[in-house]
């Protein structure tokens, strides 16, 4: 029992973190020997021995002090390290809980509209084959009102679910829920930011549904942006926010950017670079209408391709009316668009 006992005692010299103080021990037993073996007069093979029994004291302190702020600053990185790791988890955590939550919400909604769809095409092929004119206005009464039911449902779960943040108009949010559900069916990650209450656009620059159109124009084309890239990690930001007073939308996304031809005709006719994918180019024709009428601003922005993000759209209600385009390609679309409306800038 004696001899584990020693063993284990001397494993603490074996242990390197204990080096310095086994040398500082060490030194300190040197010396006391060296006092208690005094040989007369031999002041002199005292003085050495106490010489050589500091010098090993001063190894060993500051051997010992060494590893003791190495340790010191090891335990601080690992609890940074920790603190960094566990802050990850939780966020980690709550993204997962906030798919899970988006996920069943959609779940339910595709659930219900495969039921709805069934009594659609039901009532759509009764339609067709309807020549009673009492009949057929029976059954628009009835497809009108399923439709109704339909967004009554799907904004009162958005409101229960808080799946995005609310603008502060229950008919906007319904229609970016369904920009958000569109986006969702093909892989997009669709995010909201709404950081001021929308209804001061409505009372002031746009009528509701001249606001509902511009975001759900803008929003789809991101969509159909994004979808022609081919990319499995699709992203699609809108942005509803008060700058210095100034009201602003935007609509920013990762799929492909502009032609410069698009952008040479946007607002003076129809133009789509997505027409394979269902655009139509209608969307900015009825944006510019609705921009001219409250003068605000559109500005489109590129980004070098290693941003998040290629392109934010931004309608800027500044009573300016600009036209502005800022870009990190500035002089290569100086040089194909030639428009005096349209002012070009560096991003």
Same mark, same amino acid.
Request: proline content about 1%.
């Given at each position: 029992?004696?001899?584990?006992?020693?063993?284990?005692?001397?494993?603490?010299?074996?242990?390197?973190?204990?080096?310095?103080?086994?040398?500082?021990?060490?030194?300190?037993?040197?010396?006391?020997?060296?006092?208690?073996?005094?040989?007369?007069?031999?002041?002199?093979?005292?003085?050495?021995?106490?010489?050589?029994?500091?010098?090993?004291?001063?190894?060993?302190?500051?051997?010992?002090?060494?590893?003791?702020?190495?340790?010191?600053?090891?335990?601080?990185?690992?609890?940074?390290?920790?603190?960094?790791?566990?802050?990850?988890?939780?966020?980690?955590?709550?993204?997962?809980?906030?798919?899970?939550?988006?996920?069943?919400?959609?779940?339910?909604?595709?659930?219900?509209?495969?039921?709805?769809?069934?009594?659609?095409?039901?009532?759509?092929?009764?339609?067709?084959?309807?020549?009673?004119?009492?009949?057929?206005?029976?059954?628009?009464?009835?497809?009108?009102?399923?439709?109704?039911?339909?967004?009554?449902?799907?904004?009162?779960?958005?409101?229960?679910?808080?799946?995005?943040?609310?603008?502060?108009?229950?008919?906007?949010?319904?229609?970016?829920? @369904?920009?958000? !559900?569109?986006?969702?069916?093909? +892989? /997009?990650?669709?995010?909201? *930011?709404?950081?001021? #209450? =929308?209804?001061?656009?409505?009372?002031?620059?746009?009528?509701?549904?001249?606001?509902?159109?511009?975001?759900?124009?803008?929003?789809?084309?991101?969509?159909?942006?994004?979808?022609?890239?081919?990319?499995?990690?699709?992203?699609?930001?809108?942005?509803?926010?008060?700058?210095?007073?100034?009201?602003?939308?935007?609509?920013?996304?990762?799929?492909?950017?502009?032609?410069?031809?698009?952008?040479?005709?946007?607002?003076?006719?129809?133009?789509?670079?997505?027409?394979?994918?269902?655009?139509?180019?209608?969307?900015?024709?009825?944006?510019?209408?609705?921009?001219?009428?409250?003068?605000?601003?559109?500005?489109?922005?590129?980004?070098?391709?290693?941003?998040?993000?290629?392109?934010?759209?931004?309608?800027?209600?500044?009573?300016?009316? @600009?036209?502005? !385009?800022?870009?990190?390609?500035? +002089? /290569?679309?100086?040089?194909? *668009?030639?428009?005096? #409306? =349209?002012?070009?800038?560096?991003?």
């Amino acid at each position: 029992m004696k001899i584990k006992r020693l063993k284990n005692g001397l494993a603490f010299f074996n242990n390197s973190d204990n080096f310095g103080i086994g040398l500082l021990i060490s030194g300190f037993i040197f010396l006391i020997i060296a006092l208690l073996a005094q040989d007369g007069d031999n002041y002199k093979s005292i003085f050495v021995y106490m010489f050589i029994g500091l010098i090993i004291c001063c190894i060993g302190a500051v051997i010992w002090i060494r590893t003791n702020i190495t340790r010191y600053y090891k335990n601080r990185l690992q609890q940074k390290a920790d603190e960094h790791f566990n802050s990850v988890i939780a966020e980690k955590n709550s993204n997962i809980e906030e798919l899970t939550k988006s996920n069943a919400f959609l779940s339910k909604i595709v659930h219900r509209d495969n039921h709805l769809m069934s009594s659609l095409q039901y009532s759509l092929e009764e339609l067709c084959n309807c020549n009673d004119k009492q009949k057929e206005s029976k059954i628009i009464t009835e497809l009108l009102t399923l439709a109704k039911e339909r967004n009554e449902l799907v904004q009162k779960e958005q409101a229960e679910n808080k799946v995005l943040a609310s603008t502060g108009n229950s008919v906007i949010d319904g229609a970016l829920l @369904n920009m958000y !559900i569109k986006a969702s069916a093909h +892989e /997009i990650n669709f995010d909201l *930011i709404a950081n001021t #209450d =929308i209804n001061y656009l409505i009372n002031h620059f746009l009528s509701q549904t001249e606001l509902e159109t511009l975001l759900c124009d803008h929003i789809k084309d991101a969509v159909i942006a994004v979808e022609s890239t081919g990319k499995r990690n699709g992203n699609i930001l809108t942005s509803v926010s008060s700058v210095d007073g100034i009201y602003e939308i935007s609509v920013s996304d990762n799929g492909i950017e502009f032609e410069t031809d698009t952008l040479q005709k946007l607002g003076t006719e129809r133009v789509t670079t997505h027409k394979e994918s269902g655009g139509n180019g209608i969307g900015f024709m009825t944006t510019f209408d609705s921009l001219k009428n409250s003068k605000a601003s559109l500005i489109i922005t590129e980004y070098e391709p290693d941003k998040p993000f290629t392109k934010t759209v931004t309608f800027r209600f500044d009573g300016q009316g @600009n036209f502005i !385009i800022r870009s990190y390609r500035c +002089e /290569i679309l100086k040089e194909k *668009i030639v428009r005096e #409306d =349209i002012l070009i800038t560096y991003n």
